[in-house]
């Protein structure tokens, strides 16, 4: 049942109810899985305001400050509500020559909310508006929420960047599989037989290579001098020609399903067209099992590109996504003195968790008659 | 069922072949051809080497030839067993992945072993105390598990352990042991250092094997047989480990085929994390290297590897479950 009828009122309004509607209420139960779309709804419009959120010009480098630990914004200040972060001095240990930074009180400065930072391009128009921002000083030079890298470039407004460019490429990877795993298993699926089979061994050869080494090697191949582009486009395609077999299977087995149903033969008793047949009876009756495989399939590809980043084979500095930012966690000395290079953890597991109770979620409202 | 092995068994060289086309076209792939990066390396070590001499090796490896005879020349070569030479060691392949392509497969193994000691009784508990707060407890892990990548757990348990318990954990043998010949007590430390490998690499396949098993069993216990199994007085392990358990398992046995190359592909990024002598961190140098002879080697072999693995596994499969034996 789609939701417990209470009156019969209710149970009528069930039985009208379209399909689209049946599934809604089902969703809506769910609780984890509403967690799940509203934490990756804030995550995608976090990519999408990625320079507004940073703070600091992602590629500003400056080796005064490197390995600089979090540094947290005060919110009181004497008394009142007025949110400040002080001034830091670095030095140098003299016995391990490791670099120390120290808090200098004396030194304030203010923090603003839609102030001014650095510059940056909306629609083609210069802008310097961000979401924080110091005054009386550059904010690379005094904020730093998450610490520095070893080049002194800020955690935080990398993160931001990282996250663009990482989620994006779990959604275009997934357009890609999503229109091969449609098309090879719609065809196996709507017709059967020898294609079907062909198709299913291609699959089966397909899912039966492990995945990492061959992405690694392809990876590798890509051309050193190719742009950041480029390479991103590349990394996008590699992922994609290998995870478009689950959607694939679930595309055929939805197909093979359908191809028996009643409506559908009536279709064809009535001389609609196979196209016809197949898109305005079929594809409507399964897009909701498509959307809750392809919201798993996002997960699995951001999995992906950030294992290939972090081993050096995928996105190559300059461009910023989650592996590469972990890529300078790689090493357990030096996560042991600034263990805040492992913070883009974080971000991963939340979103992979979160398209995961989304997906489920849906999988589960796809079938409102069941 | 003799026919099924047959399929089987063609559909594994057919992938088998797959592969080598795959490993041939990665081998191709970078710009240059393999004497021009050997000669690059030779220069960058002093040695000149004269055009004709150039030549002279480009037609000894059959370079000039058109593709098909070179990849038909490679996969002579391959059958013979010689795999060319590693640039950077300057040894042939075969010497240097040997050893440590058992160890890729023996972490992989042991991972698949655990997944399958702790998913088992795990799903079962799930299952018959559905909604307890053992459940619960390992439903949340299991998420965690599954959103986990496991090479970051790897990263964030070697952190810890390096932190809080003043160790190292990586590795696969203690330093007394590592270049010792093989021995009981060699044999011995190997066990010990395999075990947080094979959770790490275990974690997220145990996480889904147990929701299916949950999964299936619940469906299976509310099933009439079992209230008529309990009603005819059978005790209640009995009841649940005889029928419903062996009826849930089938699923669970089917989906073996794919975990295995799952786990081969996590061993190597997790090796690369952990330091793990396996053909993991060996891939990668030589990738970026652009060793392709020897990176093109690994892959293969792992390929080879684990299309065997799962063709072993459908045997045990078949042997399992009876209605695999009835078809085809």
Request: aromatic letters at 12%; a neutral charge.
């Amino acid at each position: 049942m789609a939701t417990q009828p209470t009156s019969p009122d209710a149970e009528e309004r069930i039985s009208v109810a379209t399909q689209w509607q049946l599934m809604w209420w089902r969703f809506r139960k769910h609780a984890l899985a509403k967690v799940g779309a509203i934490i990756v709804i804030l995550f995608y419009t976090a990519a999408l305001l990625a320079e507004f959120l940073a703070y600091s010009d992602p590629g500003f480098v400056e080796a005064q400050r490197s390995l600089l630990p979090p540094h947290g914004i005060q919110w009181i200040d004497e008394g009142k509500f007025a949110p400040f972060v002080y001034g830091l001095k670095g030095t140098r240990d003299p016995q391990t020559f490791k670099r120390v930074y120290v808090v200098d009180p004396t030194q304030k400065y203010p923090i603003v909310f839609f102030g001014e930072g650095f510059e940056w391009t909306l629609f083609g128009r210069t802008v310097n508006r961000h979401l924080i921002a110091v005054e009386g000083a550059p904010a690379e030079e005094v904020l730093f929420l998450l610490g520095t890298d070893t080049l002194g470039r800020d955690l935080w407004s990398r993160l931001m960047y990282g996250t663009r460019v990482s989620l994006f490429i779990g959604l275009l990877g997934v357009m890609i599989s999503l229109f091969l795993g449609i098309l090879m298993g719609g065809i196996s699926g709507y017709y059967g037989g020898p294609i079907d089979t062909l198709i299913q061994r291609v699959i089966e050869i397909i899912r039966s290579i492990p995945t990492i080494p061959l992405w690694m090697a392809l990876g590798a191949a890509l051309p050193r001098e190719w742009s950041v582009n480029q390479v991103y486009f590349a990394i996008t395609i590699i992922i994609s020609l290998i995870a478009w077999t689950e959607l694939a299977r679930v595309t055929r087995g939805r197909f093979l399903a359908l191809r028996e149903e009643d409506y559908v033969m009536a279709a064809e008793l009535a001389g609609c067209s196979q196209m016809r047949i197949i898109f305005r009876h079929m594809v409507p009756s399964f897009l909701s099992h498509i959307i809750a495989a392809t919201t798993l399939a996002i997960a699995a590809m951001i999995i992906a590109e950030t294992s290939l980043s972090f081993l050096g084979l995928g996105l190559r500095p300059p461009a910023i996504s989650w592996g590469v930012l972990l890529q300078d966690g790689q090493n357990v000395q030096a996560l042991a003195i600034s263990p805040w290079l492992i913070f883009p953890i974080i971000p991963v597991v939340v979103i992979i968790l979160s398209l995961n109770f989304l997906g489920d979620g849906l999988r589960d409202a796809a079938d409102p008659y069941g | 069922m003799l026919a099924y092995i047959i399929r089987r068994f063609l559909l594994a060289v057919i992938t088998v072949w797959a592969i080598t086309v795959l490993t041939f076209v990665i081998i191709q792939l970078p710009p240059g051809d393999f004497v021009s990066i050997y000669i690059n390396s030779l220069q960058s070590s002093g040695s000149q080497v004269s055009f004709g001499q150039a030549e002279a090796m480009r037609a000894q490896y059959g370079l000039d030839q058109p593709m098909t005879i070179q990849y038909a020349r490679w996969m002579g070569m391959m059958l013979q067993g010689d795999f060319g030479m590693a640039l950077a060691w300057n040894k042939p392949v075969k010497e240097i992945i040997g050893d440590r392509l058992v160890l890729t497969m023996v972490v992989s193994i042991s991972a698949i072993m655990l997944t399958w000691m702790i998913a088992l009784p795990v799903g079962i508990y799930s299952a018959v105390r559905q909604y307890s707060f053992g459940d619960y407890a390992f439903t949340f892990i299991g998420f965690l598990g599954i959103a986990i990548p496991n090479f970051m757990l790897a990263l964030i348990l070697m952190y810890v352990g390096y932190k809080y318990f003043n160790m190292s954990i990586g590795g696969l043998f203690s330093p007394e042991f590592e270049n010792a010949p093989w021995s009981l007590a060699k044999a011995g430390d190997l066990g010990k250092h395999l075990i947080l490998p094979a959770v790490i690499l275990g974690l997220a396949g145990t996480a889904q094997l147990i929701r299916i098993m949950r999964a299936n069993l619940l469906d299976e216990l509310r099933k009439p047989y079992v209230v008529t199994a309990r009603a005819k007085g059978l005790a209640e392990t009995r009841v649940i480990l005889k029928y419903p358990v062996r009826a849930a398992l089938n699923p669970f046995a089917s989906t073996v085929g794919y975990y295995f190359p799952y786990v081969v592909s996590g061993s190597i990024i997790v090796s690369l994390v952990l330091g793990l002598p396996t053909v993991g961190p060996l891939l990668l140098t030589a990738l970026v290297a652009q060793d392709m002879f020897l990176a093109g080697t690994i892959v293969l072999m792992l390929g080879i590897l684990t299309v065997f693995g799962t063709f072993v596994s459908d045997l045990i499969l078949m042997w399992i479950e009876p209605r695999m034996r009835m078809e085809g």
